[in-house]
């Protein structure tokens, strides 16, 4: 493993390790929280002491507790997504689907997700959920796609993920060029320190197709 591969681990690593602990510490907090501000209207109503203004003070803080947990939940998925670990990444890639559809409801998405978690070595599987992660966000937050398509398939030792938009494209200098802080940026680095190739193919208003391989030989 060289320095390439040794920080991507143990980046994801720490990542897991603030998300565990955010799940466990703050959002137990938050969840008694809201517990007990619920408890706390409901004993007042039991004892016809709830003024109105006091109601609605109770029921403002448990809406903004219910909305810190939220939040909370969405900051870890995107630490690490602990799905991943439960539910495996097919199911992790179909929620990133769903999520946007439920975002943007005029969105088309068309997938056809032709592996099984067997299929994927442990070790790719965080790389491949990161890059559909980043790749449909741009769609979404910068490309105004319209339409997605994601293939994701093995054909003899070889693993394939596609990605492609209809939105507005980035320049081929960007992408050669692309800041390190940059989403595309970061996609490259993991894609090659997992030993894999990719290829992205773009220009100003035609979409964005982002290609993937990895071969398998290497990885068992």
């Known amino acids: 493993m060289d320095w390439v591969d040794y920080a991507a681990a143990v980046q994801e690593n720490?990542?897991?390790?603030?998300?565990?602990?955010?799940?466990?510490?703050?959002?137990?907090m938050l969840?008694?929280?809201?517990?007990?501000?619920?408890?706390?209207?409901?004993?007042?109503?039991?004892?016809?002491?709830l003024a109105p203004a006091l109601g609605l003070a109770l029921e403002r803080a448990c809406a903004g507790a219910r909305q810190a947990i939220d939040e909370l939940?969405?900051?870890?998925?995107?630490?690490?997504?602990?799905?991943l670990d439960d539910l495996g990444l097919?199911?992790?890639?179909?929620?990133?689907?769903?999520?946007?559809?439920?975002?943007?409801?005029?969105?088309?998405?068309?997938?056809?997700?032709a592996v099984s978690d067997s299929d994927v070595p442990s070790a790719l599987r965080i790389v491949a959920y990161r890059i559909v992660q980043e790749a449909v966000n741009n769609a979404l937050k910068h490309a105004d796609a319209r339409q997605i398509t994601l293939v994701f398939y093995k054909s003899n030792d070889c693993l394939t993920l596609i990605i492609e938009d209809d939105g507005e494209g980035i320049s081929p200098a960007w992408v050669q060029e692309c800041r390190p802080s940059s989403g595309?940026?970061?996609?490259?680095?993991?894609?090659?320190?997992?030993?894999?190739?990719?290829?992205?193919?773009?220009?100003?208003?035609?979409?964005?197709?982002i290609g993937v391989e990895w071969n398998m030989k290497p990885l068992c």
């Open 31 to 49: 969840t008694i929280l809201t517990i007990e501000l619920r408890s706390a209207k409901t004993a007042a109503v039991a004892c016809n002491a």
């Open 90 to 113: 097919v199911a992790s890639i179909s929620s990133i689907l769903r999520e946007a559809r439920q975002a943007q409801p005029q969105l088309r998405i068309a997938s056809n997700i």
């Open 184 to 209: 595309i940026c970061g996609m490259i680095r993991r894609v090659h320190a997992s030993g894999g190739t990719i290829a992205i193919s773009s220009d100003a208003g035609t979409g964005t197709r």
């Open 14 to 28: 720490e990542r897991r390790r603030i998300a565990s602990e955010l799940h466990d510490g703050l959002g137990q």
């Open 73 to 83: 939940r969405r900051s870890v998925m995107n630490l690490y997504p602990s799905m």
